[in-house]
């Protein structure tokens, strides 16, 4: 077995650890079930969740330039953290598709398997993870549409597809995510955040 095989191997067992502890935490016991999300810590686990959703993103972008023979590397671009691809995309484009590919696509299953495993309630952590999704799919087809680091932008330059297409699949991935959260009664009041006295807040409560 080669280096450069042990090391993708290992990165991909990182994400699917990261994965699978996303997976435990998100889930509640259902002898602990409760029909809405607890108080204490409520965004402190909302944003690890969240947290989490964007490290699977950046994880599938490391483990996929690892699986096609390139070594990525980490850098800034206009002060935003960047993982760079270590592929020649003039010389391998396929590779370098499959990079810039890979992070959507893993928050998009990633998604799709919590939506999907049947549970009764939703932990502040879950919604977090399927807001970190969402979020990253909305600014992909609006803000990060341009760019010289955006997943669009390569995306469109090394497939058949352009930005406009893409935008209806990502954004409908986003939205189609959307309804199926709305219509789902575990996730009532997805942004609100409880109170001690029964009810919901959006942000802070303030005594």
């Known amino acids: 077995m080669t280096r450069r095989l042990r090391t993708a191997r290992a990165a991909l067992a990182g994400v699917a650890a990261v ?95 919590i939506l999907d495993v049947p549970h009764k309630t939703s932990s502040p952590f879950e919604r977090g993870v399927l807001a970190g999704g969402i979020a990253t799919q909305l600014f992909y087809v609006t803000l990060g549409r341009s ?12 497939s058949s597809l352009n930005k406009t297409q893409l935008t209806l699949i990502y954004g409908g991935i986003a939205t189609l995510h959307i309804v199926r959260i709305h219509h789902n009664g575990r996730y009532a009041n997805f942004f609100l955040r409880p109170t001690s006295r029964g009810g919901t807040n959006v942000g802070f409560e303030v005594k």
Not at 24 to 49: C, D
Not at 83 to 102: M, R, V
Not at 147 to 158: E, H, P, Q, T
């Open 19 to 113: 994965a699978a502890l996303l997976l435990v935490s998100a889930f509640p016991a259902g002898a602990q079930a409760r029909p809405r999300p607890q108080l204490r810590g409520y965004w402190h686990h909302f944003a690890a969740g969240f947290a989490t959703s964007i490290l699977v993103h950046e994880g599938g972008h490391v483990a996929t330039s690892y699986l096609v023979g390139a070594r990525p590397s980490f850098g800034f671009n206009r002060l935003r953290p960047t993982i760079y691809s270590g592929i020649d995309d003039a010389a391998d484009p396929h590779k370098q598709l499959l990079f810039s590919s890979a992070g959507l696509v893993a928050q998009s299953v990633l998604d799709e398997v």
């Open 147 to 158: 760019g010289k680091v955006s997943d669009i932008d390569f995306i469109a330059r090394l």
